[in-house]
């Protein structure tokens, strides 16, 4: 009964495992191959998962009996939040790098929750509100923990446009969120509405491959660096096909707001990776972080 009555707050851990591991390993396939390579592949990989796994639990590979209104919200939450926001964030982090691209897309939860209430007509109660500060408030603790990484002079002015495409990622992942979950209306499967936000995503993804005559790059790249195919399926596997779908269990399922912020702490839950498998070394204040976010996340399971 507990893991019913909160199965879009357990949803949305989840999904945040989910893309802790996917980031792992799209960090070690984007070193080998590129991000660009990366963030294709990993959408054409998810819509063939995805099919699949809508054949066999649903009895096709996509969702024919979906209304209009479901392919309309939910193909449009696909491009902000899986085309334009992870485009935006992806050149986030290579004008400011991912500890301050991380930084700002923490910010996503409140925007979720300033637009669901205007969208949406959803309300948080005022100790929602304060978890959701609390949380955000650990979260910012563990990515400011370092200093902001030094960058060449030459590229010092795409420091505010990096900030700004950061912000933009942030919104356009609470957007996508949003809009998802009107899609989801009236109980619609999950797993049908994954599949109509990631082919539409990766529909659009790779017309404009096509148009910029890149659809190739890929294949080639992939060729070139065989060692990058494994981590680069077990990202797609874990990222855009469970962890997504899971983010739409998560928004059908609870706020968008209380979603959104369990949905935003991969940051934190990267810590112990960064510690034993990259070797890094972890301050106080990450520590610190970690437990406040902790908390937070507390907080929003107590309260009802």
């Given at each position: 009964?507990?893991?019913?009555?909160?199965?879009?707050?357990?949803?949305?851990?989840g999904t945040s495992f989910c893309w802790t591991t996917t980031a792992s390993f799209f960090a070690v396939a984007s070193r080998r191959?590129?991000?660009v390579t990366v963030n294709r592949t990993r959408l054409l990989l998810a819509v063939v998962f995805l099919t699949l796994t809508h054949w066999i639990l649903r009895g096709s590979p996509?969702?024919?009996?979906?209304?209009?209104?479901?392919?309309?919200?939910?193909?449009i939450s696909g491009v902000i939040g899986l085309v334009v926001g992870d485009a935006l964030l992806f050149q986030a982090f290579v004008w400011v790098g991912p500890r301050l691209g991380m930084l700002m897309m923490s910010?996503?939860?409140?925007?979720?929750?300033?637009?669901?209430?205007?969208?949406?007509?959803?309300?948080?109660?005022?100790?929602?509100?304060?978890?959701?500060?609390?949380?955000?408030?650990?979260?910012?603790?563990v990515i400011?923990?370092?200093r902001r990484p030094k960058l060449p002079e030459s590229e010092?002015?795409?420091?505010?446009?990096?900030i700004l495409f950061g912000l933009g990622a942030a919104a356009g992942q609470a957007i996508g969120l949003v809009l998802a979950k009107r899609g989801l209306e009236g109980d619609f499967n999950a797993l049908s509405g994954n599949v109509i936000r990631m082919l539409t995503a990766?529909?659009?993804?790779?017309?404009?491959a096509v148009a910029m005559r890149q659809a190739g790059e890929p294949l080639r790249r992939l060729r070139a660096d065989r060692k990058a195919m494994l981590p680069l399926f077990l990202g797609a596997l874990t990222g855009p096909y469970i962890g997504v779908w899971l983010s739409l269990i998560a928004v059908q399922k609870t706020e968008v707001g209380v979603a959104s912020t369990l949905m935003a702490l991969p940051p934190v839950f990267l810590l112990p990776i960064g510690r034993f498998v990259f070797k890094e070394?972890?301050?106080?204040?990450?520590?610190?972080?970690?437990?406040?976010?902790?908390?937070?996340?507390?907080?929003?399971?107590?309260?009802?």
């Open positions: 009964m507990f893991g019913l009555a909160y199965l879009g707050e357990i949803a949305a851990l191959v590129g991000s996509i969702p024919i009996a979906a209304h209009a209104s479901h392919w309309f919200w939910l193909g910010l996503a939860p409140i925007i979720a929750a300033l637009v669901a209430r205007f969208f949406l007509g959803e309300s948080l109660l005022p100790l929602q509100w304060l978890a959701i500060l609390v949380t955000l408030f650990g979260v910012a603790l400011l923990d370092r010092e002015s795409h420091y505010v446009k990096g990766t529909s659009v993804t790779w017309i404009l070394s972890i301050g106080y204040q990450a520590v610190l972080g970690t437990i406040v976010a902790v908390a937070g996340v507390a907080m929003l399971f107590l309260v009802t």
